[in-house]
């Protein structure tokens, strides 16, 4: 009925929407080493401006000369590589970092309907007028509609490892191979505490899509984060190893890897990586927003129905970036702040203290859920503030639990392998 | 009804296609503007500038096997607690309030509608707990929530085994 202008509007969005973020990518490139520079106490990018001039505009130019740089470096192919798999994995790493954004909201609404806009363009053109419809608002999602946005964007998202274990087996050098084995098993291993981080919110909106999580938090006015700060704080860390970021970057531990599992790519196909790295980091930041710090919604700004005015609809989409912006700005901080952790501990901490902890808080909620308001009534105050809470209570209660058992030192020696016979293996690499 | 599915399925697919499009025009553009000088030296793996020893498809730890084989029982069986978590919250209100008369299989239908043509946060509930009225997951509803407390704790022992058993120490 509606398809052609649903295409053309999706078409709009998609375009709008890859444009923006492989531009942004490039840009928050520059933001995060200007960020190095100032940890770090030097200049950094400060020298490319306009070409063929002497405007330096504090090195604005620098995306534009890195992207041509990027062109025109050689592409080189090594001669033991499993070459099909080696050009399809930054191919498959690319398309899930940036399929996954399909679901995610950037804004709210535009108080207009595309169908509308359309009807009056084909009619000035001189086709037939569109049968009845409904208006409604242009919603601000690449595919609106999808009830299963948040598992969607699981599934998309877990394709990522594909691309690194991919890319680190067909690459057929050692480096490549052990970057690929630990992002995956790195990757896998939080996708569980990243799931019992969601499923609480789930439980609280009664829906998986992000626009309708969005919609709860801001009519009830009450964010996620301050109702059940240990699923945000189970979901935070996940985020923060999924997207690879610094102190979980054992991917590509520079000092023990090299590169991890691009050592050797070079070229475009090393700069998909590089970008999907970067998208990884900027959905995991939408997602946070989204889902714990109430999207656009921001008190006594925003409002929080449907019917928007224009300047509502914009200044929800400068809330929304402005928060996801102060996200990647943490996110940078963060890397350039903490030392990298060891292998086994990313390990532990990932079964031993995340998956446990969110479990609890799945089983918290589920039981506020169920017997919450009686609780709320039986005491005597209003439910939210009761459920903030026993958030609170139960988020510092677990740390203190985790603070106490968690031993001061691990011991990480290698375990004793009995030896074959004759003592060393033969062709065994002396330790 | 199918060109609905179309509807919504459209936005994703365009999506998807025109991702896999942007990935293969630049993986192809990289090819034909790069240079290429090939050497012997420069087509050998990269080893630090050391002369690579031996294959790289060779043994490795068993413990990355079993991290995936955990994982495997672990997520799928959180896959399963998300259609309750969507649920759970519409089918109390749908308790809380008086059964209507409605029929169940035409809410259902209304419900879905009223889901995708309109998705207002409040409608969109409402057309859960609608939807819900009077269907067994109500109706058995003091069954659902003990039940899922029997699942995550045998979820939960499953953990406590694969900890027993060392699976998570990396040593």
Known sequence: MLLLPITIEALIKIGLLIACLMGGTSYLVLVERWIAAWIQDRRGPCRAGIPLTKIRLWGLGQPIADGVKFIFKEEFTPAHVDKFLYFLAPVIILTAALSVFAVIPFGSVLPFDFAGVYDAVAQWAGAEPLPEYAPQPTRLVAAPGLDVGMIYVFAVGSIAVYGAILGGWSSNNKYSFFGGLRSSAQLISYELPLGLGILGVVLLSGSLRLDVIIGQQAGSGVWNVLLQPLGFLVFFVAAFAESGRLPFDLVEAEQELVAGYHTEYSGMKLMMYLVAEFLHMIAAAFLMVILFFGGWHLWGLTGSGEEVTWLEAILRIVVLLGKIMGVILFFMIARWSWPRFRFDQLMSLAWKVMLPLGLVNVVAVAAWVEYGDRLAGWVGVPETAAMAVCGWILLIACWLVVTVSIPSTYDNRPLRVPATRGGQREGAPTP | ?171
Not at chain 2, 42 to 57: A, C, L, N, Q, V
Not at chain 2, 122 to 127: F, Y
Request: glycine share 4%.
């Open chain 2, 1 to 171: 009804m199918q060109s609905t599915v179309l509807a919504i399925l459209a936005p994703i697919l365009l999506f998807v296609a025109c991702v896999v499009g942007l990935a293969v025009v630049l993986l192809v553009m990289g090819n034909c503007f790069s240079p290429g000088r090939k050497t012997r030296v420069k087509r050998m793996p990269y080893e630090s500038g050391m002369d690579p020893i031996h294959d790289t498809r060779r043994q490795f730890d068993v413990r990355f096997h079993l991290m995936a084989i955990a994982f495997l029982v672990f997520d799928v069986e959180l896959l399963f607690l998300y259609p309750w978590a969507v649920t759970a919250q519409a089918a109390k209100l749908a308790a809380s309030q008086p059964a209507a008369s409605a029929v169940a299989t035409s809410s259902v239908a209304t419900a879905a509608e009223s889901a995708d043509s309109t998705a207002s946060t409040n409608r969109a509930m409402d057309a859960t707990v609608a939807a819900l009225r009077g269907t067994e997951l109500v109706e058995n509803r003091d069954l659902v929530f003990p039940g899922v407390m029997v699942f995550i704790a045998l979820l939960t022992l499953g953990f406590i085994y694969d900890w027993r058993k060392g699976i998570f120490r990396w040593r």
